[in-house]
Antibody, heavy 119, light 106 residues
Framework: QGLLVQSGAEVKKPGASVSVSCQAS????????MHWVRQAPGQGLEWMGM????????TSAPMFQDRLTVTRDTSTSTVSMELSSLRSDDTAVYYC????????????WGQGTKVTVSS | VLTQSPGTLSVSPGQRATLSCRAS??????LAWYQQKPGQAPRLLIY???TRATGVPARFSGSGSGTEFTLTISSLQSEDFAVYYC??????????FGPGTKVDIK
């Protein structure tokens, strides 16, 4: 079925960058697109970007275009996202999620990584 | 843009719950529903508007196409009290979520 395990919580200062990793297991890593979604405290879900693990091409939502980098390492079945120029409103739980082929619904989610941005 | 209604739905256990998701323009049948409980990641319930994901109980059903969608929980169980989100994936690579409907105990 598959499992996504994310890296641990981070505390960062405004202006810094944060990197969150997501290691996949139990399925063919290169077959499924991987997405990043975040959730600010008490708020809804916000799609950030995605990557095709097969070729490595990545796409970001317009609001993250200049700050988000999504990469993958096929040797470790790991997808990573780096968000730069952090602000206090980037404080959120960040999730990776696998997309089902043919539908793009997100069928498997990581456990979430809490990122706190505070001076 | 996806709009969900109501914002909060108070339902007694065993009763039926009907949640609505409306799109500002057609998303065809490219719509999913997720359930999220406090402190947990979202869980996929329904994709392609009406197809239950693996392991999802039959009391959950989805319907609709175009701009109007419904998630129905036929007989609410205690474990169903949660927040429910709809998501469109028609306008690839944009994958927007609705604001959510909280289902709580009446």
């Amino acid at each position: 079925q598959g499992l996504l395990v994310q890296s641990g919580a981070e505390v960062k200062k405004p202006g810094a960058s944060v990197s969150v990793s997501c290691q996949a297991s139990g399925y063919s890593f290169s077959t499924y697109y991987m997405h990043w979604v975040r959730q600010a405290p008490g708020q809804g879900l916000e799609w950030m970007g995605m990557i095709n693990p097969s070729g490595g091409s990545a796409t970001s939502a317009p609001m993250f275009q200049d700050r988000l980098t999504v990469t993958r390492d096929t040797s470790t079945s790991t997808v990573s996202m780096e968000l730069s120029s952090l602000r206090s409103d980037d404080t959120a739980v960040y999730y990776c999620a696998r997309a089902t082929p043919g539908t793009s619904a997100f069928d498997i989610w990581g456990q979430g990584t809490k990122v706190t941005v505070s001076s | 843009v996806l709009t969900q209604s109501p914002g909060t739905l108070s339902v007694s256990p065993g009763q039926r719950a009907t949640l609505s998701c409306r799109a500002s323009q057609t998303v065809n049948s490219n719509l999913a529903w997720y359930q999220q409980k406090p402190g947990q990641a979202p869980r996929l319930l329904i994709y392609a508007a009406s197809t239950r994901a693996t392991g999802v109980p039959a009391r959950f059903s989805g319907s609709g196409s175009g701009t109007e969608f419904t998630l129905t929980i036929s007989s609410l169980q205690s474990e169903d009290f949660a927040v429910y989100y709809c998501q469109q994936y028609n306008y690839w690579p944009s994958f927007t979520f609705g604001p959510g409907t909280k289902v709580d105990i009446k």
